[in-house]
């Protein structure tokens, strides 16, 4: 036992050392960074790319250039609150007060809560939300978590398949490895034959994180309790918490989160103020690919 353990521990120390070279590899393959792309690409953010790519250098290095060129064009680090807020007014995307088990910061999305039309400025404000879970993760957390209420979700409420594989493009192109679980909480039958047409666009990593959960269900009851404190989860989700979206006190966190943000990214926020006239321009999303995205 001594001995398959001391070959556990060498087996561990090995893989971590390689990965470090696979880094510091990936690093210098980058070549020189400077501003926001420098501090973008910190060793967190190499590994993250690497573990999307399998630790292949050149496939991790030609992502990671994609990326700097959608967030050079699109601009996430300078939305800011006022200009998504109308999208938010019903809650149908929320960062939760409480963590995970794993103290990983948890967005809270209500589908049946859609109110709007547009999808650009639907995804403009998942976006600016994914932003700020990852201003709000603990020192050493890479990755959130997702609790998707289904309650109340129809036809009519439903995003498109375009829409959402939009959406799926962003996120596993972009903010690789950031999804730690995904919740989708009671959905309807007839979502079945949604989430089969937007699975085929789901990395097979990204999909095993999906887990489906239902009230009542003993099997669902205890991957709630494996994932989440029941005392802090909210009651719409199995725990016993009451809560409820207030729009203005969201509204004023988020505010306080966005003279964080600016502060993080160097952002002078006055300068950009008077420069622009607003806080960024409206970019629409790069075209999608029609073939799911290979990992």
Known sequence: MFLLRR????HQENDSSQQDAKVTELRAALGPLSGRGSKYCMDACLRRYLEARNWNVDKSKKMIEETLKWRSSYKPEEIRWHEVAHEGETGKVSRAEFHDQLGRTVLIMRPAMQNTASPENNIRHLVYLMENAILNLPEGQEQMAWLIDYTGFSLNTNVSVKTARDIIYILQNHYPERLGAAFLYNPPRF???????????????TSQKVKFVYPKDKDSIEIMKSFFDIENLPNEFGGKATMKYDHEEFSRLMAEDDVKTAKFWGVDEQTFHNL????????????IPLAPVAS
Do not use: C, M
């Open 191 to 205: 979502f079945q034959a949604f989430w089969k047409a937007v699975r085929y666009f789901l990395d097979p990593k």
């Open 276 to 287: 622009n006239g607003h806080y960024g321009e409206e970019v629409v999303p790069e075209p």
């Open 7 to 10: 070959h556990t521990q060498n």
